[in-house]
C-alpha cells in the first residue's frame, strides 16, 4: 500500500497507465465518473451475491452463445446424417439437428460448449429466481425499488422464454414436442387461434419458418433486450444504492459495507471465474440435453418424458393438471378449456409475483423509503403470501412431472394429477396459514430472548430445592437486531360521521383495504415487540426466569 | 418255371405273393428306415413328457389365477394360442407368477429354472398356435450396419418412446401402470415382448413388424441403453430429460453455488488483521 509514495521514480514523464488513463479522461470523463463510482459502498452478505451468480451465467450464456452461432444452421431444410455418430446414421433429419449433431461430435468443443451453455441457462434461471426470492423475502422491493423489481421480473420472464425459444432450435424429438405444445396453446385462443397459429409458424404445423423465425429471437431480439434490462436493473443498484440487512450502525440513511474498487471489484472478479468454474465443472460431467439420443423431430413421433426445461415447467403443469374440457358451440366452433385456462393462469402465475410491490404498498400506504432490510419474520403476512407463492409453483411442477413422480414413488399417475389439482386450491392457503404462524412463533421467541435472554443450558440448583436453567442476558448488538424493526399500527376505517355530524362515505375498496391492512398489521399479524420499560422491568434484578 | 406257372392260379396264390410283398417291403424299410423311425418315437416322447412335467409346475404354480386348463379365470388371463414365446418372456424375466395383484407384474428375480420354463412353454403351446421361442438367429444383431442401426432408432421413436422414453428409460402409464425401463434387457426377451404384447403392451407380430425391424430395434437400443452405450457428455443423470436436469440444477447446482457464494461473502477485508 504504501511503498508507492515512496516511488524513487522521477515524476517527470507519467507511468503508461497513467498517461492512457488520462488520455481517456480527456476524452470520456472518466476521473468524475471513477470517482463517484469506484469508492460506492457496498454492503456485504451472501445472499446479496445471488443476482450476480445471475449476471455471471448471463455473461457465460453470452460467450458461449456465440461459439454455438458460429456452427449452428438455423435450417429445417430436410438432410441425411453422415457425420460420426453411428446410430444416427443415414436418418433423415432438418439441417438445424444435424448441425447439432455436428456441434456436438465433429466441433471441436462443441459438445462442452453445448452443456456449458444449457447447464449455464438452467442456473441463469434458478439464481434469478433464487434472487428474487431474496429481494420478495426481505421486503427489498419496496419504494424506492419497485420499478427495479419489475426490470428483474422482467428479465426473469425474458429469461424464460430464451431459454424456450433456445430449447427450441436444435429441432429434435424434445423440443418438437414442445413446439407443437405452444401451437396448440395458441390454437386454444377463440376466434383469432387459427390465425395466429398459421402466422406463427407460417402455415400447417411445423412448416420450415419456425426453427429460422425462432432463431432470430433468440440470439438478437430476447439477449438484446435482456442486455439492456440487464445495465437498467445494475444502473439502479447503483443510483439507490444498496439495501442492507438490520444491525447496529445501519440505518436508513447509510450503507456499512466496502468500497466498489478495491474490496468488491476484486471479490466479483474472482466470484465470476468461481461461478464460471462451477458451471463449467458440471458440464464437463454431467450430460444435459442429449440431442442425439432423442432423435430428429418428425410429427408422427413422440416419446414420455417430453417435458420442458424446469423454468416452463409449470406450465406443463397447468396442462397437464387441467380437465380437457371442451365445447362445441351453437356455431359449430370448439372452445378448449383443455389448453385455454392453462394459457390464461400461466401469465396470471407470473403476474401475481410482478404486482406484490404495488399490491403491498397500496395495502399499507407506506410511502416512505426503505433502505433497511425486513426480517422475513418480522413481515408474517408477506413472507405467508410469497411462501404461498412458492408452494403453489411446486405443486405445479409437480403436475408437469407427474410421471417420473410415478415411476420414482410407484404412484398411481392419476393420483398425483388429483393432488396436484386439489393442491392448486388447497397447498397456497395452507402454507400461507402454516407459515405465518410460524413467523408469529420465531417473533415471540425473539421477545422472549429480548426479555429473558438465551438459554445456557446451564441448571442451577437453588438452596430450596428448585431447578433452575440460567439465562444470559443478550449482547447489544443482538437486542438491538431483535427490536429494532418498526411495528406499524392498523389501519382503521374513519369514524361514521366526520366532525358536523355528517355520515362519512367510505367506499368497498377502502373497507377491502383496511381488512388487509389488519391482515398485516393487526393484533393477530405482529407480536409486540418488548418496549423500554417492559425490558427494564424483568432485567431489573428479580432473578433469571 | 412250368410247375410254378401251372399253380399260378392255385387259391392260394395270392397270399403267397402277399407275404412275398410283405417280406420284401418291410426287409427294405427295416433295411433303409430302422433309426429314423427310433428317433421320431423318442422325441415325440420326450415332446409329451415335456408337457406333461410342464402341465404338473403348471398346475402347481400358475393354475390358480390362470385355470386348470390354461383357459383362465376372473384373476387370469387364458393361456390359450399365447404360445411358448410368452411364457418364456413372463417366467424368464420373472413377472410370472405373480407375488401379489396390482396394476401390472413387475419384473422380479425369476422363480424357475430355464428347463422348467421351456417345459412349461410346451405344455401352453400344447393348448393351442402361438409364438414359439425365438432362436438366436432371429434376434441376433451382429450383421447389421450402421444405417441398419439408425432405421432402428427411428422404428423406437415411432413404436416405443411414447411409452418407454428416447432410450427405454421406461415410463408411467395411467393407475399405477407402467412401460419398464429397458437397460441391459435380453435381447431374446425383447424379441419376446414385441411378438407377445406382455400386459399394457401392444403386440407387434412379424405381420406388422418384420423379424428384421425388431432385430433392428433391439441393436439401436443396445447401442443408446446399456452398459455398453456411450454417454459422450459425462453422466447423464438417468436419462429422463428435462425434469432430472431441472432438479439437479436445483439440488446439486445451487448448493455448490451458494456454498461458493458464502465462502466469497466471508472473504472479506475484515478476515485479514495486518
Not at chain 1, 371442451?326 to 404486482?355: D, K, R
Not at chain 2, 429397458?182 to 426377451?189: E, I, M, Q, R, S
Not at chain 2, 433391439?218 to 446399456?226: D, E, G, P, R, T
Amino acid at each position: 500500500m504504501s511503498n508507492t509514495e515512496h516511488n524513487p521514480r522521477p515524476r517527470a514523464k507519467a507511468p503508461a497507465g497513467e498517461r492512457v488513463a488520462d488520455w481517456a479522461d480527456g476524452r470520456l470523463g472518466i476521473y468524475g465518473a471513477a470517482k463517484k463510482n469506484l469508492r460506492k459502498v457496498f454492503p456485504d452478505h451472501w445472499s446479496f451475491l445471488l443476482g450476480e451468480i445471475a449476471l455471471y451465467s448471463f455473461v457465460i450464456i453470452l460467450l458461449t452463445g456465440v461459439y454455438l452461432t458460429l456452427f449452428f444452421k438455423p435450417s429445417m431444410a430436410e438432410v441425411h446424417y453422415h457425420g460420426s455418430y453411428v446410430p444416427m446414421q443415414g436418418v433423415v433429419m432438418s439441417e438445424a439437428y444435424a448441425s447439432t449433431l455436428d456441434i456436438s461430435f465433429d466441433v471441436r468443443g462443441g459438445l462442452l460448449m453445448r452443456q456449458i451453455h444449457h447447464w449455464a441457462a438452467l442456473i441463469f434461471l434458478v439464481s434469478m429466481f433464487v434472487h428474487m426470492l431474496r429481494v420478495f423475502f426481505t421486503g427489498a422491493f419496496r419504494k424506492p425499488r419497485e420499478l427495479n423489481w419489475l426490470f428483474g421480473f422482467l428479465l426473469l420472464v425474458l429469461g424464460m422464454f430464451t431459454g424456450f425459444t433456445g430449447y427450441s432450435l436444435p429441432d429434435d424429438l424434445l423440443s418438437g414436442t414442445g413446439l407443437r405444445f405452444v401451437q396448440g396453446a395458441v390454437l386454444s385462443v377463440p376466434v383469432i387461434g387459427t390465425y395466429l397459429a398459421m402466422f406463427l409458424y407460417g402455415g400447417e404445423f411445423p412448416g420450415t419458418d419456425i426453427i429460422p423465425r425462432l432463431f432470430a429471437v433468440h440470439v438478437l431480439l430476447l439477449p438484446g433486450l435482456m442486455l439492456g434490462l440487464v445495465v437498467a436493473h445494475l444502473i439502479l443498484v447503483f443510483y439507490h444504492k444498496h439495501t442492507q440487512y438490520p444491525g447496529p450502525g445501519r440505518t436508513n440513511k447509510n450503507v456499512v459495507g466496502f468500497p466498489l474498487m478495491p474490496v468488491y471489484m476484486a471479490k466479483a472478479g474472482g466470484f465470476f471465474f468461481l461461478v464460471f468454474g462451477v458451471i463449467a465443472a458440471i458440464s464437463a460431467v454431467f450430460q444435459i440435453n442429449p440431442v442425439w439420443v432423442i432423435g430428429p423431430y418428425r410429427p408422427d413421433q413422440v416419446s414420455t418424458n417430453a417435458q420442458p426445461d424446469w423454468y416452463m415447467g409449470f406450465s406443463e403443469g397447468l396442462i397437464r393438471i387441467m380437465p380437457g374440457w371442451e365445447w362445441v358451440i351453437p356455431t359449430g366452433h370448439t372452445i378448449n378449456f383443455g389448453v385455454f385456462v392453462p394459457l390464461m393462469v400461466f401469465p396470471l402465475v407470473l403476474a401475481v409475483m410482478a404486482l406484490y410491490p404495488f399490491f403491498e404498498s397500496w395495502v399499507t400506504k407506506d410511502k416512505r423509503e426503505h433502505h433497511l432490510l425486513d426480517r422475513p419474520r418480522n413481515a408474517p403476512t408477506r413472507t405467508g403470501i410469497g411462501a404461498a407463492w412458492i408452494s403453489w409453483y411446486f405443486v405445479m411442477l409437480v403436475g408437469g412431472g407427474n410421471d417420473l413422480w410415478a415411476i420414482f414413488f410407484d404412484m398411481s399417475i392419476n393420483a398425483i394429477t388429483w393432488f396436484a389439482r386439489i393442491g392448486f386450491f388447497a397447498v397456497p392457503i395452507l402454507t400461507f396459514l402454516i407459515t405465518r404462524r410460524i413467523c408469529l412463533g420465531l417473533q415471540r421467541r425473539d421477545r422472549d430472548k429480548v426479555l429473558h435472554g438465551r438459554e445456557t443450558g446451564i441448571i442451577k440448583r437453588l438452596p430450596h430445592g428448585e431447578f433452575v436453567e440460567v439465562h444470559e442476558p443478550l449482547p447489544q448488538d443482538q437486542l438491538h437486531l431483535l427490536t429494532q424493526h418498526d411495528q406499524p399500527k392498523p389501519a382503521e376505517l374513519p369514524p361514521p360521521t366526520d366532525g358536523h355530524g355528517v355520515r362519512r362515505k367510505v367506499g368497498p375498496v377502502e373497507k377491502l383495504r383496511v381488512r388487509i391492512n389488519r391482515g398485516y398489521y393487526g393484533p393477530k399479524a405482529q407480536i409486540p415487540k418488548p418496549t423500554v420499560r417492559e425490558y427494564e422491568e424483568i432485567t431489573s434484578g428479580h432473578g433469571h426466569h | 418255371m412250368k410247375k410254378l406257372s401251372a399253380r399260378r392260379r392255385h387259391p392260394l396264390a395270392a397270399i403267397v405273393v402277399l407275404i412275398f410283398a410283405l417280406a420284401a417291403t418291410g426287409g427294405l424299410y427295416a433295411a433303409f428306415a430302422p433309426a429314423g423311425e427310433a428317433q421320431a418315437g423318442e422325441t415325440a416322447a420326450a415332446q409329451s413328457l415335456a408337457i406333461e412335467e410342464g402341465k404338473k409346475l403348471y398346475a402347481v404354480g400358475c393354475s390358480s389365477c390362470h385355470g386348470t386348463g390354461g383357459q383362465g379365470t376372473s384373476d387370469g388371463p387364458s393361456l390359450v394360442g399365447v404360445g411358448a414365446a410368452a411364457v418364456d418372456f413372463q417366467v424368464g424375466t420373472g413377472r410370472m407368477p405373480m407375488q401379489a395383484p396390482g396394476a401390472q407384474a413387475p419384473e422380479k428375480p425369476r422363480m424357475y429354472s430355464q428347463a422348467e420354463i421351456d417345459q412349461m412353454a410346451a405344455y401352453i403351446a400344447s393348448l393351442g398356435p402361438g409364438p414359439a421361442i425365438p432362436t438366436e438367429e432371429q434376434y441376433g444383431t451382429e450383421d447389421l450396419s450402421g444405417e441398419e442401426i439408425a432405421e432402428g432408432g427411428v422404428l423406437f421413436r415411432t413404436n416405443c418412446a411414447q411409452c418407454h422414453n428416447f432410450t427405454g428409460e421406461g415410463g408411467a402409464l395411467t393407475r399405477g401402470k407402467y412401460a419398464p425401463d429397458l437397460t441391459d434387457v435380453d435381447a431374446k426377451y425383447i424379441y419376446e415382448a414385441l411378438q407377445t404384447g406382455p400386459q399394457n403392451m401392444p403386440s407387434f407380430p412379424d405381420t406388422v413388424m418384420p423379424e428384421k425391424e425388431k432385430r433392428q430395434i433391439i441393436a439401436y437400443l443396445h447401442q443408446v441403453n446399456s452398459s455398453d452405450a456411450k454417454t459422450p457428455g459425462g453422466f447423464k443423470l438417468g436419462g429422463y430429460g428435462p425434469v432430472a436436469e431441472g432438479l439437479f440444477a436445483w439440488v446439486i447446482g445451487l448448493p455448490i453455488l451458494v456454498g461458493v457464494t458464502v465462502w466469497v461473502a466471508a472473504r472479506n477485508a475484515k478476515a485479514r488483521k495486518s
